[in-house]
């Protein structure tokens, strides 16, 4: 397993570099003059020129690139083109805060999902399956943004404004003004109500997709004779489903998480540019807006590298629940 992982690894590195390639010439060869950010009134086209000179913007495409390619390898992502401060450093602060929301998101995501899809397979052709499966179906084909507007309609507008509630969700950001002179048990609890909305949102519909496949998972399972077998024995239902079919049904379900990965962090680009979360979404938003080069390529990098890690952990995964995977 461990040569298996490091061949991945060192595969991955060509994979990754090509797609910084890519997106390093698209961007540059993009219309838009960054060092147009700075323009007005005041400042004389010969400043505009230095910028532009400092910034390595006047040099030939292809020895830019030589230069960033050069950076890269050896841990450099540069400076921002609009903050001015390292790119490094700007990372360090929005990765995790990401993080927070794409894992919590993920694990929701999947204890929701899994229990709803073997609850429709257990309860096949009811009413309770019926009903699941148009609300699994709806919220499948909701944009995530557009479901994160409603919840921020309904649970924090409305609560507030419209139906006096006393209990209302807060619509933006990570935490609430004056949130570091609470004490550590009520920063903790305005954290986590500031996360709810946004992961809420990713979760109802990421976890509709785990449904359906869970459901369609769990039935072909419970079809087989093994369970025919264990229920003869005079197992209890709950036995036979949790002890029986539910790990052989996860086998597929597993490699969701590494195919799951990267549209989760797709998915954070709308649901942090909605309620404004200081994490990786709404940054690389904001360079783009902003044509802050060297902060696009940096978050475009990193997604890249999620994707391949999500791949990864998903043959990972799916030899850990099924002994029948070896990988020599």
């Not at 797709?266 to 360079?287: N, R």
């Amino acid at each position: 397993m461990a040569s298996y992982v490091l061949r991945r690894l060192l595969g991955a590195i060509p994979l990754v570099l090509g797609v910084a390639t890519i997106l390093f010439f698209v961007l540059s060869l993009a219309p838009g003059d960054p060092v147009s950010l700075f323009a007005g009134p005041n400042v004389s086209p010969e400043a505009l020129d230095a910028i532009r000179r400092n910034l390595g913007l006047d040099r030939p495409v292809g020895e830019r690139y030589l230069r960033w390619l050069g950076a890269l390898l050896q841990g450099d992502l540069g400076n921002s083109i609009t903050r001015g401060q390292p790119v490094a450093q700007i990372m360090a602060e929005i990765v995790p805060n990401t993080l927070i929301l794409a894992s919590t998101a993920l694990v929701l995501s999947f204890l929701v999902g899994v229990a709803l899809g073997i609850i429709q397979a257990v309860r096949q052709y009811t009413a309770a399956d019926s009903i699941l499966s148009v609300i699994a179906l709806f919220f499948y084909s909701m944009p995530a943004f557009w479901l994160a507007l409603m919840l921020i309609l309904f649970f924090s507008l409305f609560a507030r404004n419209v139906w006096d509630w006393p209990f209302f969700l807060p619509a933006s950001g990570m935490t609430s003004v004056g949130h570091s002179f609470m004490t550590p048990m009520e920063q903790l609890k305005d954290r986590v109500m500031h996360l709810i909305l946004p992961a809420v949102s990713l979760t109802l519909v990421l976890s509709a997709g785990i449904a359906r496949y869970m459901r369609g998972s769990m039935l072909e399972v419970v079809r087989q004779d093994y369970i025919r077998t264990a229920r003869a024995k005079g197992l209890g239902e709950f036995r036979v489903i949790f002890r029986h079919a539910l790990r052989n049904a996860l086998i597929p379900i597993v490699t969701l998480v590494g195919l799951y990965l990267p549209i989760l962090f797709s998915g954070t680009v709308y649901i942090e540019w909605v309620f404004a979360w200081p994490g990786m979404g709404k940054t690389i938003v904001d360079a783009i807006l902003q044509r802050d080069i060297p902060v696009v390529m940096a978050t475009s990098l990193f997604f890249a590298v999620m994707v391949v890690i999500g791949n990864l952990v998903a043959d990972i995964l799916y030899a850990v629940v099924d002994p029948r995977i070896r990988y020599e």
